[in-house]
Antibody, heavy 122, light 112 residues
Framework: EVQLVESGGVVVQPGGSLRLSCAAS????????MHWVRQAPGKGLEWVSL????????YYADSVKGRFTISRDNSKNSLYLQMNSLRTEDTALYYC???????????????WGQGTMVTVSS | QSALTQPASVSGSPGQSITISCTGT?????????VSWYQQHPGKAPKLMIY???NRPSGVSNRFSGSKSGNTASLTISGLQAEDEADYYC????????????FGGGTKLTVL
């Protein structure tokens, strides 16, 4: 079964740091671009970051640039999001998502995890 | 990056057709054939319904179709069913400064 399982979401104070993980199974992980997408409570979807199949290219939303770092370990079929200098507006459910295209990045997310909740609050 | 513009809500009766629009700019919707549409039921992860403007993933009903004209993409749902009631989001890439993904604000579809 094709599956993505996120973990690492907790309650953290403003200015704190956190690392999210996403474990992939059921597909050839290192063939695909991977993304992080978040959704604040009661709000819409917001694209956060992407990483190419080989980790050689990364892109970020302006709202997280310089604070978040996306990475992957293809030997462990895992995706990560290091989140630093967290702000209250980063409070959201964080999803990892698989791009539909092999090697390429089309921005179409065909597989989603169940999400992990990050709450930034004092 | 600015979100793509979608109507906040649309509604229709069972059996009818509805269309949801998604308006961007030449730097996103108009500049790429990478427009996607997602369906999200409450408390669930989004589900891909349309990708590359008009392609349906395996398993998605052919009642769902997508198109694009200029800077505006559209999702049409024909033969509305009760289970289609959900939030719908469009997405694209934008190259206004660097390559980034961008979503629309979402549209709540109510089946009357």
């Amino acid at each position: 079964e094709v599956q993505l399982v996120e973990s690492g979401g907790v309650v953290v104070q403003p200015g704190g740091s956190l690392r999210l993980s996403c474990a992939a199974s059921g597909f050839t992980f290192d063939d695909y671009t991977m993304h992080w997408v978040r959704q604040a409570p009661g709000k819409g979807l917001e694209w956060v970051s992407l990483i190419s199949w080989d980790g050689g290219s990364t892109y970020y939303a302006d709202s997280v640039k310089g604070r978040f770092t996306i990475s992957r370990d293809n030997s462990k079929n895992s995706l990560y999001l290091q989140m630093n200098s967290l702000r209250t507006e980063d409070t959201a459910l964080y999803y990892c998502a698989k791009d539909i295209a092999v090697v390429a990045a089309t921005g179409a997310f065909d597989i989603w995890g169940q999400g992990t909740m990050v709450t930034v609050s004092s | 990056q600015s979100a793509l513009t979608q109507p906040a809500s649309v509604s229709g009766s069972p059996g009818q057709s509805i269309t949801i629009s998604c308006t961007g700019t030449s730097s996103d919707v108009g500049g790429y054939n990478y427009v996607s549409w997602y369906q999200q039921h409450p408390g669930k992860a989004p589900k891909l319904m349309i990708y590359d403007v008009s392609n349906r993933p395996s398993g998605v009903s052919n009642r769902f179709s997508g198109s694009k004209s200029g800077n505006t993409a559209s999702l049409t749902i024909s033969g509305l069913q009760a289970e289609d009631e959900a939030d719908y989001y469009c997405s694209s890439y934008t190259s206004s400064s660097t390559l980034e993904g961008v979503f629309g604000g979402g549209t709540k579809l109510t089946v009357l």
